[in-house]
């Protein structure tokens, strides 16, 4: 079992605790936990996760950083970007990549399994 971190969601889009403090991180992890739980239909804990729930909350997480530094607003999947200040976000991945990314591990992991009986 996996388990994310507040320096795993921070890595992501390279910034610092200065920029994103603890507490700011956490409430987002626990917000993609929501959300993840939300279109699974599965109760998933952040702090012990499958890899694919970890790195799905991850990025999801990082999204979510990325708005609040840019001044934007994000509910469950849905994303609105503010003015992206470079200073801060130079290193970031572009958020289209990022969303792109979430998308289709949020395929994967929605994908029906067979079990045998």
């Given at each position: 079992?996996?388990?994310?971190?507040?320096?795993?969601?921070?890595?992501?889009?390279?910034?610092?605790?200065?920029?994103?403090?603890?507490?700011?991180?956490?409430?987002?992890?626990?917000?993609?936990?929501?959300?993840?739980e939300l279109e699974t239909?599965?109760?998933?804990?952040?702090?012990?996760?499958?890899?694919?729930?970890?790195?799905?909350?991850?990025?999801?997480?990082?999204?979510?950083?990325?708005?609040?530094?840019?001044?934007?607003?994000?509910?469950?999947?849905?994303?609105?970007?503010?003015?992206?200040?470079?200073?801060?976000?130079?290193?970031?991945?572009?958020?289209?990549v990022l969303q792109s990314?979430?998308?289709?591990?949020?395929?994967?992991?929605?994908?029906?399994?067979?079990?045998?009986?």
């Amino acid at each position: 079992m996996a388990s994310v971190s507040i320096d795993d969601v921070r890595d992501v889009i390279s910034v610092s605790s200065a920029e994103v403090p603890d507490v700011k991180v956490l409430k987002m992890i626990k917000r993609a936990e929501v959300a993840l739980e939300l279109e699974t239909g599965n109760e998933i804990e952040y702090i012990s996760c499958t890899d694919a729930e970890k790195e799905f909350i991850t990025v999801l997480a990082a999204i979510y950083a990325i708005c609040y530094l840019t001044g934007g607003s994000a509910v469950g999947l849905s994303f609105s970007v503010g003015d992206q200040n470079v200073s801060v976000l130079g290193k970031a991945p572009p958020l289209d990549v990022l969303q792109s990314e979430l998308s289709r591990m949020l395929d994967r992991i929605r994908e029906p399994t067979v079990e045998m009986t």
